[in-house]
């Protein structure tokens, strides 16, 4: 099946039915694969047992900078490749996106506060993530605002696009800044800096994060092309409706007239 | 398993965790349940798709 045959929403559809079954059951065994490591993963000698905060913390924030490059991917296939299913991939992945940012920075300023002393710091990072969490929400404001999807799809690429400077930003804050929060550990040149022990509960987490992701993904773009076949038929109900009493007018008028001839 | 003087902190953010991506299912399987109703609502009353096929065939 390639990308072309995915244009068609009912293909599309049949395809989530077939798959999002299997892709909940992995996501469950990877979440709990992940959950037991990360239980079993011993403390840190500097940072005690606050380090399992990293387990949860982590994930959510690469997802919300992946999120926004799934969204600026769809914003592409919106204004040059005019992809049916885009504009529907970028409208159901903008709530999922602000949950995942929302958790980022909660779970960090829950680990920021006995480790730095602080919840919040407006330092480079911090802020840099605050501003996509606020991007999200205006995307997804922008996205209710417009009642036609079809007018929102482009004026929501166009913001998804201007919003992809921030993710480098957020990326190479840490390095091009003064900043509290440490440097890249795992993504980084060299290789990660982070014992196996600690790696490999981390790398099953986000794998099991990034799964929950495709598969709540999938499931919200379901919904959305549900939701805009609903759209298309309440109009199509409500142009038969005027339609019918049209013609039901027009039939008084022309009943009425014959009745003047008569007369 | 001993969490140490932060256990707070710690079972704090698990269970904020697990309480978003229970109301992201929840939200995501409720909206999915409405549309097919809202769907099938129309198909009763008579609105068809132009293809003929009906509003809630996946396959």
Redesign the interface.
Known sequence: MTLTDLANP?RF??L??RILPWLAGATTVLLAIGLYQS??AP?DYQQ???V??MF??VP?AWLSMFVWGVMSVAALGTLVWRHPLADVAAKAAA??GA?FT??AL??GS??G??MWGTYWEWDARLTSVLILFLMYLGLIALWRSVEDPSRAARAAAILTLVGAINIPIIKFSVDWWNTLHQPASVFRMGGPTLDKAFLWPLLVMALAFSL?FIT?HL??M??EI??R??RS??M??AS?VAFSSEVGAGSRDGHASNEIGAA | MSLGPYASFIVTSYALVAAVVVLLIVWIIADYRRQQARLQELEASGVTRRSGRSTVDVR
Do not use: E, S, Y
């Open positions: 009912t559809l049949a989530t039915t239980a079993m403390d005690g047992a606050t399992k905060i949860i913390h959510n709530p999922i949950a929302f958790l909660v779970t829950l680990w506060r006995p929950l709540l499931a919200a379901r919904n549900l939701r076949r609903v038929l309440q199509m109900q038969r």
